[in-house]
């Protein structure tokens, strides 16, 4: 057996073609994982700078304030949901969803659905990243260095007497295809591996991502072989597995994002913001009373401290403003719910396309998937309520104002 392998070794040392796609995955693994890791370490520069910046502008906008609610006004807080030690591989949905956010004690959903992403080209057109090498552009290859090994030797009608030679099928193309298979995934993983050790990625990220790659070559490898036995020539047999690649790579993914979206519409982000700040506006042209006693249906604990005499309190002011998340608490709701929707549909229908089960399973790894875009805008909404607590004892119970008792705002933690 180690014969065989060495003698396959041997041959395809002489295959310029071989050679050439084998090259060329090592280089394309190289630039991705380059580019992921250069985002990845711009991402987590920015968050830095803007951590630090993030504390020089609350410690200026405070210093001036002389009352709770100009203090809670002014004052902004940084959230952010750094990447993760394997995100270089996978941006996923970093580059279409907001991962940092300065919020401030208004009302809060307006807030997220204004962010802009940085990279918000790429959620249109795609990176190219390892997860997306992984996914499309290895099973090409792959298509390339097997499909003809039983087709060339039939045009050269030399198969026959190979086989015979060998003494079985097996023995011949088993050795054959294993080596390129193997070689390839070397290839493709050494700059994997290179990359997580640098970025210091848990050995059971790495195992995992091995592991996903390798099981969609091998599934790639079973549909070349298969196809490959046909008794055609080579151009037949690669038009035949290009239009495999397609049907399953961008066809069955492009169909099914249709029927996704057909079948879980999904509320614009633009409706949430309208709606809430059409809610808030209307607040100062309605009687202070309704605000008020719509707001106590939701805080009853304030009831003692909710009068309004004057012609403007700060009370009154945020009282509107978590009014506006109140009324568009149901939209905003049913988009998170739709996005979790389609995400839950988009992994049944990714057992459909190896692409698409490679893609996601690498976002997943990385932590940039939908879910975990949706759990850092669910810690922007908890430290934000964090906020409101903090603030609506003085607000309301009128305390003197003590700029000391900022120092114990809530610090934003982001998640895990």
Do not use: C
Not at 13 to 35: C, E, M, N, P, Q
Not at 128 to 136: E, P, T, V
């Amino acid at each position: 057996m180690l014969s065989n392998f060495s003698r396959e070794l041997r041959f395809l040392a002489k295959d310029r073609g071989a050679l050439f796609w084998l090259l060329l995955a090592f280089v394309l693994s190289v630039i991705s994982v380059t580019f992921g890791v250069a985002e990845v370490r711009d991402q987590q520069q920015t968050i830095a700078e803007l951590i630090n910046e993030d504390k020089a502008d609350r410690a200026n906008a405070l210093e001036g304030q002389e009352d709770w609610g100009g203090a809670a006004y002014y004052a902004f807080h940084l959230t952010y949901a750094p990447p993760s030690d394997f995100a270089f591989a996978a941006m996923g949905q970093r580059d279409s969803s907001p991962w940092k956010h300065r919020v401030r004690m208004l009302a809060l959903e307006g807030q997220i659905q204004e962010s802009d992403t940085k990279n918000a080209d790429f959620g249109l057109v795609g990176r190219f990243d390892f997860a997306f090498l992984a996914a499309s552009v290895a099973p090409l290859l792959l298509i390339l260095l097997l499909y003809d090994l039983r087709a060339a030797e039939r045009t050269a009608r030399r198969h026959d007497l190979l086989v015979s030679t060998a003494g079985s099928s097996g023995k011949l193309w088993f050795p054959r295809a294993l080596v390129r298979v193997a070689t390839l995934s070397s290839l493709l993983l050494i700059p994997l591996w290179t990359a997580s050790a640098m970025e210091g990625t848990s050995l059971g990220n790495i195992g995992q991502a091995s592991l996903i790659l390798i099981g969609a070559l091998l599934v790639w490898w079973l549909i070349v072989e298969l196809v490959s036995r046909i008794d055609a020539s080579p151009s037949v047999l690669l038009t035949a597995l290009i239009g495999l690649w397609l049907a399953l790579a961008i066809v069955i993914p492009a169909l099914s994002k249709f029927a996704i979206e057909a079948r879980h519409p999904l509320p614009n982000g633009g409706e949430i913001l309208l709606l809430q700040r059409e809610t808030v506006n209307d607040a100062w042209d309605m009687p202070k009373e309704a605000t008020m006693d719509a707001f106590l249906e939701g805080h009853p604990e304030w009831r003692d401290y909710a009068t309004i005499e004057q012609l403007f309190e700060w009370k009154w002011y945020y009282a509107f403003q978590q009014l506006g998340d109140v009324k568009a608490a149901s939209l905003v709701d049913q988009y998170r719910s739709a996005r979790l929707a389609r995400d839950d549909a988009a992994q049944l229908v990714a057992f459909l396309s190896p692409t698409s089960f490679v893609e996601r399973s690498f976002e997943k790894l990385a932590g940039t998937d939908a879910a975990s875009m949706i759990a850092y805008e669910d810690a922007v909404r908890e430290f934000h309520a964090q906020l409101r607590a903090f603030h609506y004892p003085m607000l309301f119970k009128g305390d003197p104002f003590d700029r000391e008792l900022l120092e114990g705002l809530p610090a934003f933690a982001p998640p895990s």
